[in-house]
């Protein structure tokens, strides 16, 4: 795990978006941060929000099928942490994900709040990095 003093960051990365929730170590308390597209920006944004957040790791949701197994979607993040890892001089981590997307959503209607897509992909990120902070390390540690 990171130094106490950073902070990490959650991505549920999707086709076209990025949710992205940020905690510091020292809280422990995940919020959702913003969601980012899933472009030729998304890297330089990222690092950007990096350097501001002082993060000291990545939490990377790994969608899974609802009896573990790998589906197309557990290829395609897994093609995407290679290139993140290519990119950030960062640990990586793995967290299953298993329907925090839809636990995002009954949250958000549940509210009465207005909410997008952007909306629950954030609090998807923030629910994958609220199980990591429970459980540190994920699936690969």
């Known amino acids: 795990m990171p130094t106490t003093n950073k902070s990490v960051l959650a991505l549920d990365v999707g086709q076209a978006r990025v949710g992205v929730a940020v905690a510091s170590l020292a809280a422990k308390l995940p919020n959702p941060l913003v969601t980012l597209p899933n472009d030729g920006s998304f890297f330089d944004r990222l690092d950007e929000i990096i350097r501001q957040e002082e993060i000291g790791a990545l939490i990377v949701g790994l969608p899974r099928g609802l009896e573990g197994q790998t589906t197309a979607q557990t290829v395609a993040i897994g093609k995407f942490v290679k290139a993140l890892k290519q990119h950030v001089d ?9 329907l925090t997307s839809h636990k995002a959503e009954a949250e958000l209607r549940r509210r ?12 998807a990120a923030t629910y994958i990095l609220e199980d990591w902070l429970n459980n540190p390390g994920g699936i690969d540690g």
Do not use: M, N, R, S
């Open 112 to 123: 009465g709040k207005v909410y997008d897509k952007a909306d629950i992909d954030a609090l």
């Open 90 to 98: 960062l640990p990586v981590h793995l967290q299953d994900e298993a």
